[in-house]
C-alpha cells in the first residue's frame, strides 16, 4: 500500500475513534478556558413518545405531578455511563410507573443544570448521558425540561464570551427534541430560556449564569407579564444557581456573581409576579428556604428548593448565608428568610434524590425521593412537605 494511503487511513482512523478532541480542563471554573476543537456531534435526545398538549388543551387541568432534580454529572463522563444518575433515573422510573393510575401521574421532569463534567466536550454528553435521559422519553415517555449549567456552559456571566459557544451549542443539541423551538413564543432565541405551560401551572427556565443579561431579564419579566393568572394559578421558576443556599458555592459574606444577580434581580420581579417556588441546583444536596414577604395585595409565601443530588459528587453544610444587607434592603416588603431545612455537616447526610412536586389546584406539596443507600432520606420530620402556611409544612 502507498504510504499516502497509509497517511489517509491512519487520519480517518484517528478522527473515528478520537471523536471529541477538547483541549480543555475537566474542571468548569470561572478562569479562561482554551480553545476547542470538536470532531464529534452531540446526538440529540429522543422525544418523549407522550409530549405535553399545546397549553390550550389542558387548561383544565389541575391535579398532575412533575419530578425535579439537578447535578448529574459524574465523575467518569465520557467513559462509561453515569453510574450515580441511573440509579435516579431508575427510581423515577418506578416511580412515574406507581403514579400513573393515581390522580397525580408525572406529567414531565425537569432538571436544574450541569448535565455532564464539560458540557464542551460532546463525547461527555453522548457517552455518559443521552442514553440515560433516553429512557425517561421513551420508556417513560415523558417529557424533559432542562436549563444551563456552569459545567454545560461555563461560569462565565458574559453572554457574548466564546468560551460559552460550544457548551451551549451542545447543550442546544442535545435538547433540540425537548424544549420550545427557536422562533416560538416561548423561546428566547439564542438562549437556554424558555417556558411551557401545563394544566393550572406555568413553568419558566432561564440561564442563571448570565443572570445579569439584560435581554434574558427582559423576556422574562415579559412572560410573567402576559400570562393569564386566572389560569395559571401556580408560577415556578426553575434554574442552575439558587438564590440561597448553604453548601460551599455559597460565601459569607460574599457570593457568587450568578447567585448575586439571581438574588437581586430575580428575585424581586419574582415576588412581584407571586412566583410560588424556584427549584435550582449547583449545591449537590437537598435544602429548603421559604420566603415570605408583604405587598399591597396582602401576604405571600415563594418556596425555594435546592436540589442538586442527581449524580454529582456529594456536598455538606458550610454555613448560613449571608442575607443581612438583602433584608435591610427589602424591609418595605417585609421579606423574611426562614431556612426550613439544612443539609447535614458531612457529605452522605444527604443521598442522591430527586423531588416529586404534587400539583392539587392551589395546593401544592411535594416529596423527597431518595436512592440506593439513601431510601430512607427524611429531610423533614418526614420526606414529604406542604408549601402553604395554612396548614402543616411537614
Given amino acids: 500500500m502507498a504510504a499516502h494511503q497509509v497517511s489517509a487511513r ?12 477538547v483541549a480543555v480542563s475537566a474542571s ?9 476543537l470538536q470532531l464529534e456531534v452531540v446526538r440529540a435526545i429522543k422525544a418523549p ?13 389541575t391535579k398532575f405531578s412533575f419530578l425535579a432534580y439537578g447535578d448529574t454529572r459524574g465523575r467518569h463522563d465520557g467513559l462509561d455511563v453515569q453510574a450515580e444518575h441511573t440509579l435516579v433515573v431508575d427510581s423515577m422510573l418506578t416511580t412515574i410507573r406507581r403514579l400513573s393510575t393515581s390522580q397525580f401521574p408525572v406529567k414531565f421532569v425537569i432538571q436544574s443544570g450541569d448535565a455532564v463534567l464539560n458540557g464542551r466536550d460532546a463525547k461527555q454528553w453522548n457517552t455518559s448521558y443521552i442514553s440515560i435521559i433516553d429512557r425517561l422519553t421513551t420508556e417513560a415517555g415523558v417529557p424533559y425540561f432542562f436549563t ?21 451549542k451542545n447543550l442546544f443539541d442535545a435538547n433540540a427534541l425537548l424544549i420550545p423551538a427557536e422562533g416560538s413564543a416561548r423561546r428566547l432565541n439564542g438562549y437556554a430560556t424558555y417556558g411551557f405551560g401545563y394544566g393550572n401551572t406555568f413553568l419558566i427556565a432561564f440561564d442563571s449564569n448570565i443572570a445579569g443579561d439584560d435581554t434574558q431579564f427582559a423576556w422574562v419579566k415579559a412572560q410573567l407579564e402576559g400570562l393569564d393568572r386566572k389560569r ?4 415556578i421558576a426553575f434554574m442552575h444557581h439558587p438564590p440561597f443556599s448553604s453548601g460551599p458555592h455559597n460565601g459569607v ?9 439571581v438574588r437581586t434581580r430575580y428575585e424581586p420581579l419574582f415576588r412581584q409576579h407571586h412566583v410560588r417556588m424556584t427549584l435550582a441546583g449547583h449545591e449537590h444536596l437537598f435544602e429548603h428556604f421559604v420566603e415570605r414577604y408583604e405587598d399591597a395585595t396582602g401576604k405571600y409565601r415563594m ?19 449571608y442575607l443581612r444587607d438583602f433584608l435591610i434592603a427589602r424591609k418595605d416588603n417585609k421579606v423574611a428568610i426562614e431556612h426550613l431545612v439544612k443539609p447535614g455537616p458531612v457529605p452522605g447526610d444527604t443521598p442522591y434524590h430527586y423531588v416529586i412536586v404534587q400539583v392539587d389546584g392551589d395546593d401544592v406539596q411535594l416529596d423527597v425521593v431518595g436512592v440506593d443507600w439513601g431510601k430512607d432520606f427524611k429531610p423533614y420530620a418526614s420526606a414529604h412537605a406542604r408549601l402553604s402556611d395554612s396548614g402543616s409544612i411537614r
Fill in 148 to 168: 444551563a449549567g456552569n459545567h454545560d456552559v461555563t461560569a462565565s456571566t458574559e453572554v457574548t464570551n466564546p468560551d460559552r459557544q460550544p457548551g451551549l
Fill in 10 to 21: 491512519l487520519t480517518l482512523a484517528t478522527a473515528t475513534i478520537a471523536l471529541s478532541l
Fill in 303 to 321: 418556596d425555594h428548593i435546592v436540589s442538586g443530588g442527581g449524580g454529582a459528587p456529594l456536598y455538606a453544610y458550610q454555613g448560613e448565608p
Fill in 232 to 235: 395559571y394559578t401556580n408560577v
Fill in 253 to 261: 459574606p460574599i457570593i457568587e456573581p450568578a447567585t448575586d444577580a
Fill in 49 to 61: 413518545t407522550h409530549p405535553l398538549p399545546p397549553e390550550s388543551a389542558s387548561a383544565g387541568v
Fill in 28 to 36: 468548569q471554573s470561572s478562569s479562561p478556558v482554551q480553545t476547542v
